[in-house]
């Protein structure tokens, strides 16, 4: 497929992820022109297509997108909110795969984006952190560190944070068992549980009862 033919079929309203995706991997003429396109392309219909593309694709195939990571990493200090999403969701896909330990470089800038300047790029940040827990366990405690942490230095309003904790209490039930900070853990999910958020309290009085959390009075 020529590149300006790609471009025209990809910026159509109505475009066709799965066949896009299905090119995105057998094809590495059709990655690279993604790739350049979601960087460079300045039409919102084309870019955007092109991480929608490259987000399904290098979650199903990490290892054929790794070597895209120093052209991905950049995007996570760009000034426009997508491409800041576009980072933190392909790059936390890639670590699947991130046998250089790439991240490691990289974290402390990505986890500062729970505190984005656009709440939603927040949002994308702790989402995708539960994604890079699961395939790199290692960073668990990193995370767990700056998830507790969230109120004293997050400048979002408060019903904002507390939508933020539903994404963070996510993590918590998906690590409660193998974490050994229990009471940390515990504490969080205490505080949750009179949240502003309606969502969030309900999330948090949900894991009191599975997790049999002692409320204190």
Same mark, same amino acid.
């Given at each position: 497929? *020529?590149?300006?033919? +790609?471009?025209?079929?990809?910026?159509?309203?109505?475009?066709?992820?799965?066949? %896009?995706?299905?090119?995105?991997? *057998?094809?590495?003429?059709?990655?690279? *022109?993604?790739?350049? &396109?979601?960087?460079?392309?300045?039409? !919102?219909?084309?870019?955007?297509?092109?991480?929608?593309?490259?987000?399904?694709?290098?979650?199903?195939?990490? &290892?054929? %997108?790794?070597?895209?990571?120093?052209?991905?990493?950049?995007?996570?200090?760009?000034?426009?909110?997508?491409?800041? =999403?576009?980072? +933190?969701?392909?790059?936390?896909?890639?670590?699947?795969?991130?046998?250089?330990?790439?991240?490691?470089?990289?974290?402390? &800038?990505?986890?500062?984006?729970?505190?984005?300047?656009?709440?939603?790029?927040?949002?994308?940040?702790?989402?995708?952190? &539960?994604? !890079?827990?699961?395939?790199?366990?290692?960073? +668990? =405690?990193?995370?767990?560190?700056?998830?507790?942490? +969230?109120?004293?230095?997050?400048?979002?309003?408060?019903?904002?944070?507390?939508?933020?904790?539903?994404?963070?209490?996510?993590?918590? *039930?998906?690590?409660? =068992?193998?974490?050994?900070?229990? =009471?940390?853990?515990?504490?969080?999910?205490?505080?949750?549980?009179k949240a502003v958020s309606p969502k969030t309290r309900k999330k948090a009085d949900a894991l009191v009862r599975k997790f049999s959390i002692q409320v204190l009075a």
């Open positions: 497929m *020529e590149n300006n033919e +790609l471009i025209a079929k990809i910026a159509v309203k109505d475009f066709d992820l799965e066949a %896009f995706a299905r090119l995105a991997v *057998e094809d590495k003429g059709i990655r690279d *022109e993604l790739v350049s &396109q979601m960087i460079a392309n300045p039409d !919102i219909m084309v870019y955007y297509h092109c991480y929608e593309v490259l987000s399904k694709a290098s979650q199903a195939e990490p &290892q054929l %997108f790794y070597p895209y990571w120093p052209d991905i990493a950049p995007l996570l200090d760009h000034p426009n909110s997508y491409h800041r =999403d576009f980072a +933190l969701t392909i790059l936390a896909n890639l670590t699947q795969v991130d046998h250089q330990d790439l991240f490691a470089s990289l974290a402390d &800038q990505y986890v500062a984006h729970i505190n984005d300047a656009k709440f939603c790029t927040g949002q994308y940040c702790v989402r995708n952190c &539960q994604k !890079i827990i699961t395939y790199k366990p290692e960073t +668990l =405690d990193f995370f767990l560190d700056r998830l507790f942490d +969230l109120d004293t230095y997050c400048d979002y309003p408060a019903k904002q944070k507390d939508l933020l904790k539903y994404d963070v209490l996510v993590i918590l *039930e998906q690590v409660y =068992d193998q974490s050994p900070r229990k =009471d940390q853990i515990n504490a969080f999910i205490r505080t949750a549980s």
